[in-house]
């Protein structure tokens, strides 16, 4: 497998500067990853090194625990979207997830979802996978599936990060067409070996250079 085309090449912490966006953008660019992951603060700056060339910017909404209302988040993925990104990565609402109110978590994924799609990009459900208890991991599933996302993605990386283990139960929970990212805590190229072979399509990493063996 072309590893390199798994790798949502990822800076979410606060040192992030835009020179690095623009590094990184290159560095995409050159070692073909899928896109560059990185703060909503910074997709315009993005697009505009880009400045026309073919590269997914994708970025985060909610991010990291998910506690913004939906409405504001609708509003975080409208912004992003205009500014150019591609894909969102949006974290459900975690007190919600605490509560088990799963009414509250499928409007919310829905409206995420729809505003998404409306503008023609990617949406990626981030479920948190590390804090799930009991039946919560096929319920969430299951709402994904009802509305439609394009991916689901375990893991933020602030409360533990992807497993193999994770990565097959959440792909025999979801239909074909939903796509997984594994994120969190990759950091050598035969974890991403197991998570590709556990069914990940897509990996978020900072290092990707690491993976790559370069």
Do not use: W
Not at 176 to 197: C, F, M, V
């Amino acid at each position: 497998m072309e590893i390199a085309s798994y790798i949502d090449h990822t800076a979410l912490s606060t040192s992030v500067r835009k020179e690095d966006v623009r590094r990184m953008c290159d560095e995409a660019l050159e070692h073909g990853f899928a896109s560059v992951c990185i703060p909503p603060y910074f997709v315009k700056n993005a697009m505009k090194h880009l400045d026309g060339r073919r590269l997914k910017v994708s970025t985060v909404i909610g991010f990291p625990f998910g506690f913004a209302a939906t409405f504001a988040k609708v509003d975080e993925i409208k912004k992003v979207v205009d500014d150019g990104a591609s894909e969102v990565d949006a974290v459900i609402n975690l007190s919600a997830l605490a509560e088990n109110d799963f009414i509250y978590l499928r409007n919310e994924i829905d409206s995420m979802t729809q505003i998404t799609h409306l503008h023609g990009k990617q949406i990626k459900i981030i479920l948190e996978t590390a804090l799930l208890q009991g039946d919560q991991l096929e319920k969430l599933c299951a709402l994904c599936a009802q509305t439609g996302v394009d991916f689901v993605k375990t893991s933020t990386g602030h409360a533990g990060g992807a497993t193999p283990e994770v990565v097959r139960a959440m792909r025999k929970l979801l239909p074909p067409e939903i796509k997984i990212k594994a994120s969190g805590g990759i950091k050598t190229r035969q974890q991403a070996h197991n998570l590709i072979d556990a069914g990940a399509d897509r990996l978020g990493t900072s290092a990707a250079f690491a993976i790559l063996e370069l």
